[in-house]
Structures are given as structure tokens and as C-alpha cells.
């Protein structure tokens, strides 16, 4: 195996904010990872599963695509 093959790779997300706001009031959509790409956090690599223990790489995936809405009113 070459060496440090867990590495993960380089990757992009989409992210976007779009707003509206006068002296009273503000609306804020928003999302995060818009393309819905799954994309490695984290990762191990080690023998958990008896009765051989074989090694196995086990990843922690990030956030899936999430999207919001913020509104603020100032009294």
C-alpha cells in the first residue's frame, strides 16, 4: 500500500446565502453542501470485528445538504 493511502481527498461544497434587509426588518435563505456530495470528515483504520480482526477503514461522512431560513424584525 502507498503510504498515508486514508488521506482523504480534496473536495468542494456549494454554499450560498441570499438576503433582503431595510432598517426594520431582515430575511436570510440559506444552504450548506447544495449539491448533496458525501465527503469524508474523518477516518480509522483498524481491526474491530472478531473472530480474525481484519482491518477495515471506517469514514464519518459530513453534513448532508441543509437549508434554512432566518428572519430578524427590530423593535
Not at 473536495?11 to 456530495?37: P, S
Not at 481491526?47 to 430578524?72: C, I, K, V
Request: hydrophobic fraction near 30%; avoid cysteine.
Amino acid at each position: 500500500m502507498p503510504p498515508n493511502w486514508t488521506a482523504s481527498k480534496p473536495y468542494g461544497l456549494v454554499n450560498a446565502k441570499l438576503g433582503w434587509q431595510n432598517e426594520r426588518y431582515e430575511v436570510t435563505v440559506w444552504g450548506r453542501n447544495l449539491l448533496d456530495k458525501d465527503y469524508t470528515v474523518r477516518g480509522f483504520y483498524f481491526g474491530d470485528q472478531p473472530p480474525n480482526f481484519p482491518s477495515t477503514l471506517y469514514r464519518q461522512l459530513g453534513d448532508p445538504r441543509n437549508w434554512g431560513m432566518h428572519a430578524t424584525v427590530k423593535f
